[in-house]
């Protein structure tokens, strides 16, 4: 959401239901999303509380390094000072080297001891990464997310298997495909089984695969169609149909597939 609208569409956002709010440094639109938190949060401070909203926010590739990390975090934290603290705080790819990602993530350990960030994870993290990761020899505070871009045509089964199976939550970016496959038959065919929009199907896709989807709109007409999204049930016959049409299409970028130091050539 461009930052300039972003208070707005927060705002809109938490009066509609939604309470977890996805943000990120390269994104530039951190304060106005915090900005539109504590908006609603002072509307009603007896019902609207802090607690209630889960905000994530992302470290970009450039901030990898401990001293580089730790800097980052303490501007996400002051840009954040309406609302006190960070919920979840993201590597938002594995882009850099292990010296680098490792000291990151002795920077972010340290903030969750401090008690500023609450929760830490990763975003477009391989199997290898992940693996790189966990076998921390200083490792305290395993990550609690991996967010990947994830729809039907991008179902990347082994990837989500494996970082379930390691305990973490599955979050799915681009859940909507940016709209490039809204006409798609097989998608139109199951929305009009259960008379919904086909952005609906997608988002309940994810729910069904047992994902945390993050639809991205800035039309506040929208929020609360997205948010239906979680008003039916597909069957697994349809999801089963809608994993068929897997064919790994990236939208966005894949930093999952980026080498590990000892797999660089010389």
């Not at 929208?222 to 999801?239: D, I, P």
Request: charged share 25%; with cysteine.
């Amino acid at each position: 959401t461009p930052p300039h609208e972003t208070a707005a569409v927060v705002f809109a956002a938490l009066e509609s239901g939604y309470r977890h709010i996805d943000c990120a440094q390269f994104y530039e639109n951190e304060e106005e999303a915090c900005r539109g938190i504590a908006k609603w949060i002072a509307k009603d401070p007896s019902r609207n509380k802090r607690e209630h909203v889960f905000y994530t926010t992302k470290i970009f590739d450039p901030d990898h390094g401990y001293a580089r990390t730790n800097k980052a975090i303490e501007l996400s934290l002051e840009r954040a000072k309406e609302i006190g603290y960070i919920d979840l705080l993201l590597l938002h790819s594995p882009q850099s080297d292990y010296e680098r990602r490792h000291g990151s993530w002795m920077a972010f350990q340290e903030f969750v001891e401090s008690g500023k960030v609450k929760s830490i994870g990763v975003s477009n993290y391989g199997i290898k990464h992940l693996k790189e990761l966990l076998e921390y020899p200083d490792l305290k505070t395993k990550p609690a997310v991996n967010q990947l871009e994830l729809h039907p045509w991008l179902t990347r089964n082994d990837l989500t298997a494996y970082t379930a199976n390691q305990g973490l939550l599955v979050e799915a970016y681009t859940p909507l495909v940016r709209a490039r496959k809204m006409d798609d038959p097989t998608l139109l065919k199951v929305a009009e089984d259960h008379n919904r929009t086909p952005a609906q199907i997608l988002i309940n896709w994810s729910l069904s695969k047992g994902f945390i989807p993050l639809p991205k709109t800035a039309t506040v007409s929208r929020l609360a169609s997205n948010f239906e999204a979680m008003q039916f049930q597909l069957s697994k016959k349809q999801v089963d149909t809608l994993d068929a049409l897997n064919e790994g299409m990236h939208i966005c970028w894949n930093p999952s597939t980026y080498p590990l130091d000892n797999e660089r050539q010389a």
